[in-house]
Each structure stands twice: as structure tokens, then as C-alpha cells.
């Protein structure tokens, strides 16, 4: 199954240059996904090093154990916002360096089953964890209009929420709203595209952040980095949009300013002109990294 499935790493050099400074150190991969950072990282690693992946999708897991495939890797299935509470239960009171990889894997968005894509016909689905209760088809088909305006506003920062969130009550009226293309043919009747960029993304979007509660587990992290870390350990954490790297900015200013942390770069750490070349997905890439001190 695993050879199948790609997600090339974003930043991994960056990252693994600016977090992995304790060569058998404890380190968490916080978004575990393909295993793509984590094997990159073990490779850079000594052998009495451990990495506690997690990862919220159990398909995931699966590929990443078979292709990382290294007994210093433990692969938890299980949110990163349970992190303190597992490594407290393997007796571990503190990490070396910590990576949050946010948003979702290409395994997520090009397998047309698990319903993230806007290029492939799916259910209407976007859960992380499939185990989990809320889906998109539940939000799109039961929320009512202000809740779909707010999510489709905050989330998706869309300009056209009101219309879209109009028409998709007109449309769940004729039946429910089962499908991606379903969804993507409601948005196209009532928002023109800007470019390359189709005119569903950012509703698409809106929808993934509420059913995963994304925002809301980076906020949560965010405020127990103070657990996590061990004294001198750095976390970093890659964004893809202006949202989270707006609460990863903000809540990295606070911490410094009420003292004990630092940050350890001025700027953000952007990809190169050749990763973004090589992969396009790395363009809006975004690497925070604080300290502890
Ligand atoms: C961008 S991918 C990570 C890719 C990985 N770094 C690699 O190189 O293969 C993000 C992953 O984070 C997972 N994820 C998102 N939110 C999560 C959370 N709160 N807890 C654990 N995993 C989460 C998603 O299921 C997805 O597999």
C-alpha cells in the first residue's frame, strides 16, 4: 500500500537544521502523515534517539510505520493536542524538539474517497480522523445559515459567504448535498473564479478547518508548548495559510514577551525557489521556530 502514496516534505531541511540539535534526543513529529519529515529526520538522528509520531488519520499511520519502518520511531494514533499526555505516560517529561507539519498530507487530498479534492468526485467527507463524528456532508447539509456564513467568513476568509451559504440552503431544499462536485457545482453558480484559483478553494477550505477543528487544536498546542518542551528544546511549526501563521505569529510574541523563550529566527523560513520548483504544494510554506531557554 505504502509504495503507492507520495507526500514529498516541506522545509524538512530547514527544520531538521533548526530542531534536531540533541543527536539521541527525544523529538516529536506532531502531524506524522506519510512519515516524510520522519524519515528524513531519523536519518539525522543516533540510533538511541526516539521520535513519538502522531498523526489523527489511522490510513496514514499505517503507510508511514511500513515506510519509515524504524524501531526508534513510535507512531501514535492519537491528536497532537494528547502529546503531553502520552509522552507522560511513557515517563517522558520533556522533548528536544517538536514539528507541527499543519493541514492535510496528498494522500488526504488525491485519494478522492476521503473528499478534500476539488479535482476528483468524492463523498463529502474531510475528516482527518475517519473515526470521528462531523463531517463536511453534516455541515454542508445541517448547519443553518448563519453558522455556514460564520464558518465560510472565518475560515475560508471568502468575500462571497452570504451567497454561498444561500445557495447551498436552496440546494439541500431539491435533496441532501452528498459529493465534492456537488458542492464545487453550487459554488460555481454563484462566485466567479480569480485565475488559476477555483472558485470553491477557499469554501473547500472553510469546511476542512471546521470539521478538524484545526484551529482550535493549533490554539490548544500553542498554549502547552510550555509541557512539551524541555528546557533549550525548539518547536516549529510549518503553516500554509495567513490564519494559522497569524495565531503561530501571535502566540510566539507572547510567549517571548512573558520570558523564558526566544524566537530563533527574525523572519519566517520560506522554501527555495528549487523546493517550490520541485514542489509546488511548498509554496505557501511558512516555518516558525521558538526556543525555550
Ligand atoms: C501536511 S501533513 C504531514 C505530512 C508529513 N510531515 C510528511 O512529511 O509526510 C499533515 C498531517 O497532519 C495530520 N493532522 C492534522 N491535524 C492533526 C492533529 N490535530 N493531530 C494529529 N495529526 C493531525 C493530518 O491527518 C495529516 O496527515
Given at each position: 500500500m505504502a509504495a503507492h502514496w507520495t507526500h514529498i516534505p516541506v522545509l524538512a531541511a530547514e527544520a531538521a537544521e533548526l530542531l534536531?540539535?540533541?543527536?539521541?534526543g527525544v523529538y516529536i513529529d506532531a502531524t506524522l502523515g506519510l512519515g516524510g519529515h520522519a524519515s528524513y529526520f531519523l536519518a539525522r538522528l543516533g540510533t538511541e534517539a526516539r521520535l513519538f509520531g502522531f498523526d489523527k488519520d489511522e490510513e496514514a499511520l499505517a503507510i508511514a510505520r511500513e515506510r519509515v519502518n524504524d524501531p526508534r520511531l513510535h507512531a501514535v494514533h492519537a491528536s497532537y493536542t494528547q502529546a503531553a499526555e502520552v509522552l507522560r505516560q511513557a515517563g517522558?517529561?520533556?522533548?528536544d524538539g517538536a514539528l507541527f507539519d499543519l493541514g492535510l498530507s496528498s494522500y488526504q487530498l488525491d485519494n478522492p474517497v476521503r473528499g478534500f479534492s476539488l479535482q476528483r468526485d468524492g463523498p463529502l467527507d474531510m475528516r482527518?480522523?475517519?473515526?470521528?463524528?462531523?463531517?463536511a456532508a453534516q455541515i454542508v447539509n445541517e448547519w443553518g445559515l448563519l453558522d455556514l456564513e460564520r464558518i465560510l467568513t472565518e475560515y475560508g476568509e471568502e468575500k462571497n459567504a452570504h451567497a454561498i451559504a444561500m445557495a447551498i440552503m436552496a440546494a439541500r431544499r431539491q435533496g441532501p448535498v452528498k459529493t465534492t462536485f456537488e458542492l464545487k457545482k453550487i459554488v460555481e453558480g454563484v462566485v466567479r473564479g480569480r485565475?488559476?484559483?477555483?472558485?470553491a478553494t477557499q469554501t473547500f477550505q472553510a469546511l476542512r478547518i471546521a470539521v478538524n477543528d484545526e484551529l482550535g487544536c493549533v490554539q490548544q498546542v500553542l498554549s502547552v508548548l510550555p509541557q512539551l518542551l524541555k528546557r533549550n528544546g525548539r518547536a516549529g511549526i510549518i503553516t500554509f495559510h495567513s490564519l494559522e501563521d497569524r495565531l503561530v505569529k501571535n502566540r510566539f510574541k507572547e510567549l517571548v514577551a512573558g520570558g523564558g523563550w526566544r524566537l530563533v529566527n527574525k523572519h519566517v523560513v520560506a522554501p527555495q525557489y528549487a523546493e517550490v520548483r520541485q514542489?509546488?504544494?511548498?509554496?505557501s510554506a511558512k516555518l516558525r521556530v521558538i526556543e525555550r531557554v
Amino acid at each position: 500500500m505504502a509504495a503507492h502514496w507520495t507526500h514529498i516534505p516541506v522545509l524538512a531541511a530547514e527544520a531538521a537544521e533548526l530542531l534536531l540539535r540533541q543527536p539521541n534526543g527525544v523529538y516529536i513529529d506532531a502531524t506524522l502523515g506519510l512519515g516524510g519529515h520522519a524519515s528524513y529526520f531519523l536519518a539525522r538522528l543516533g540510533t538511541e534517539a526516539r521520535l513519538f509520531g502522531f498523526d489523527k488519520d489511522e490510513e496514514a499511520l499505517a503507510i508511514a510505520r511500513e515506510r519509515v519502518n524504524d524501531p526508534r520511531l513510535h507512531a501514535v494514533h492519537a491528536s497532537y493536542t494528547q502529546a503531553a499526555e502520552v509522552l507522560r505516560q511513557a515517563g517522558i517529561d520533556g522533548v528536544d524538539g517538536a514539528l507541527f507539519d499543519l493541514g492535510l498530507s496528498s494522500y488526504q487530498l488525491d485519494n478522492p474517497v476521503r473528499g478534500f479534492s476539488l479535482q476528483r468526485d468524492g463523498p463529502l467527507d474531510m475528516r482527518f480522523d475517519i473515526s470521528a463524528p462531523l463531517t463536511a456532508a453534516q455541515i454542508v447539509n445541517e448547519w443553518g445559515l448563519l453558522d455556514l456564513e460564520r464558518i465560510l467568513t472565518e475560515y475560508g476568509e471568502e468575500k462571497n459567504a452570504h451567497a454561498i451559504a444561500m445557495a447551498i440552503m436552496a440546494a439541500r431544499r431539491q435533496g441532501p448535498v452528498k459529493t465534492t462536485f456537488e458542492l464545487k457545482k453550487i459554488v460555481e453558480g454563484v462566485v466567479r473564479g480569480r485565475g488559476k484559483i477555483h472558485p470553491a478553494t477557499q469554501t473547500f477550505q472553510a469546511l476542512r478547518i471546521a470539521v478538524n477543528d484545526e484551529l482550535g487544536c493549533v490554539q490548544q498546542v500553542l498554549s502547552v508548548l510550555p509541557q512539551l518542551l524541555k528546557r533549550n528544546g525548539r518547536a516549529g511549526i510549518i503553516t500554509f495559510h495567513s490564519l494559522e501563521d497569524r495565531l503561530v505569529k501571535n502566540r510566539f510574541k507572547e510567549l517571548v514577551a512573558g520570558g523564558g523563550w526566544r524566537l530563533v529566527n527574525k523572519h519566517v523560513v520560506a522554501p527555495q525557489y528549487a523546493e517550490v520548483r520541485q514542489n509546488p504544494r511548498a509554496r505557501s510554506a511558512k516555518l516558525r521556530v521558538i526556543e525555550r531557554v
